[in-house]
């Protein structure tokens, strides 16, 4: 029986290797995670991330072929195929500080690997790394090596969040990167068989290890790219009169740029966009290439842009100042049908009000408290390492308030801020939540999800990204 072993058990390994696992009933599959609480979440009923349809995976096939553990070198020792999915965040310190790759979870991940390994193993790239990160795994495996022969893949995973399960079942591609040799080659083909027990053969595309490690840079620049390109419209829009609906339709429909991830919003998020253009842009630079790194890095500058002036509509339109005024945020996680919250355009936005001294009272059906206080508070880039080192957040904020119903986080409010296109949000009682405001009551529609007109005729005064501006706003500067 095959045994496969995934190192890193987060929003990638989980939902990756529970596909595997029940896609593969004769290969066997473990999880490890060195956080012990993340393996009991897995372990339990209560999964540490939401991702629609993933209860069910995992139901199938857990303590069958699919197993959570701690035992990282037990379960590394007995596998032929070592996947590793651990977290590769942003350098906070040093050489690359804020742009380059931080690998010291893979590289410790790597080390073990040569120390507990005593038989020939695959070692699987599914983390995000930097072009030629293989060559410097190659090199720590093969000095610890102990004449055990490694091959390293690179298989970079394209899942989204929100629909990973979809994804996994249904890939537009999978892409296997290997090295050009008799050993790269046979090793690539073992991984494809994996894969060929659900995804037709043409999808799974094989390259060398260099091409399949760019391909994920540049898939997510030019995701993060289309949303930028959007949002730079969306001004324009709202300084022209033009409504970016129906210009991200109209660009849409023509079958060379195709209508999806056009949509204008307050920005996009997420563990990975801003993280691998930044990783990108470091690569260029260190390539002799600035002219390249100054054109990508300019996707986040609009983003950037498109939060501050989201926060800038909010503050102006209501005289100025928020000061005190209360705030409700409706939805908190970087997008619908996820919990996650790292690098969401909601913790900019929330901390661009308190900036202004704004009190907030925030919503969201997948984000608990303690995460969002913890977000709040944290410094840039420390998400995305564990939580041990992270520091710790000062007494809780009183000016930040977590409830579990819009209608609660919207009583008394001067304005609201939708900042997750949840569905739930789509179908509010838009009258009782008036009733229920201070006036002039304020929607501020971060995700163009509501219903301006219907809004309008309830006497709301709304801002939806990129539309036709309300007389209210037309004479109010939101230049950031
Ligand atoms: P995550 O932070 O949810 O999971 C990483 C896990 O690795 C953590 O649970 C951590 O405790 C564990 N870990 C770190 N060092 C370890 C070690 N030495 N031994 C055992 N466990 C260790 O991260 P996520 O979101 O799953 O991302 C993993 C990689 O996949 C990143 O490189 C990311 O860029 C990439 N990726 C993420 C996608 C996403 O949508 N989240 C999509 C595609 C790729």
């Known amino acids: 029986m095959v045994k496969i072993c995934c190192i890193g058990a987060g929003y990638v390994g989980g939902p990756t290797m529970a596909v595997i696992a029940l896609k593969c009933p004769s290969i066997e599959v473990a999880v490890v995670d060195i956080s012990k609480s993340r393996i009991a979440a897995w372990n339990s009923d209560q999964l540490p991330i939401y991702e629609p349809g993933l209860d069910n995976v995992v139901k ?69 790394v930097p072009v030629k990160t293989a060559e410097a795994i190659e090199k720590i495996l093969t000095h610890n090596a102990k004449g055990i022969n490694f091959q390293i893949l690179s298989n970079p995973e ?32 073992t991984l494809k068989e994996v894969y060929a027990h659900w995804v037709p053969e043409e999808r799974i595309l094989t390259t060398n290890l260099w091409s399949a490690e ?118 908190f996680a970087f997008k619908k049908d996820t919990g996650d919250t790292r690098e969401t355009p909601a913790i900019d936005v929330c901390k661009g009000l308190l900036g202004d001294k704004a009190r907030l009272s925030i919503y969201d059906p997948q984000v608990t408290e303690d995460q969002i206080q913890r977000d709040l508070w944290m410094n840039k880039f420390d998400w995305d390492h564990p939580i041990h080192l992270q520091p710790t957040s000062p007494t809780t904020e009183k000016k930040v308030s977590v409830v579990w119903d819009a209608y609660e986080a919207t009583k008394d ?19 009782k939540i008036y009733d229920n405001m201070r006036k002039p009551a304020f929607v501020f529609d971060g995700r163009n999800i509501v219903d301006m007109d219907k809004l309008r005729e309830i006497g709301f005064i709304v801002y939806s990204i990129g539309k036709p501006l309300d007389p209210w706003l037309k004479d109010m500067p939101a230049v950031a």
């Open 214 to 331: 760019l391909s994920k840079l540049a898939a997510n620049a030019f995701l993060a790219q289309r949303i930028s390109s959007v949002n730079a419209m969306s001004a324009l829009c709202e300084a022209t009169g033009a409504n970016v609906k129906q210009v991200s339709f109209a660009v849409g429909t023509d079958t060379r740029i195709g209508p999806k991830f056009l949509n204008a919003s307050v920005g996009f998020g997420g563990s990975c966009f801003q993280k691998d253009i930044l990783n990108l842009v470091y690569i260029c630079e260190c390539n002799g290439l600035p002219e390249v790194a100054e054109y990508w890095k300019q996707v986040i500058k609009i983003n950037d842009y498109q939060k501050s002036r989201f926060v800038n509509r909010v503050v102006s339109s209501m005289f100025n100042t928020v000061a005190n005024k209360k705030i409700a945020i409706l939805g």
């Open 60 to 128: 199938q096939c857990r303590g069958k072929n699919l197993f959570f553990s701690t035992d990282v070198e037990k379960h590394v020792f007995e596998a032929d195929i070592v996947f590793v999915s651990v977290n590769t965040p942003t350098k906070t310190r040093g050489l690359g500080a804020g742009k380059a790759a931080d690998l010291t979870y893979w590289e410790s991940a790597a080390r073990m690997i040569a120390d507990v390994s005593k038989s020939d193993k695959i070692v699987v790239e599914k983390s995000t």
């Open 413 to 431: 409010a001067d304005g609201v801020c939708i900042l997750t296109e949840w569905d739930e949000f789509k179908n509010l009682d838009y009258q």
């Open 158 to 189: 394209f899942l989204a969040e929100g629909t990973a399960i979809q994804d996994l079942f249904n890939p537009d591609r999978v892409l296997i990167g290997g090295r050009e040799t008799p050993g790269g080659q046979k090793a690539i083909q």
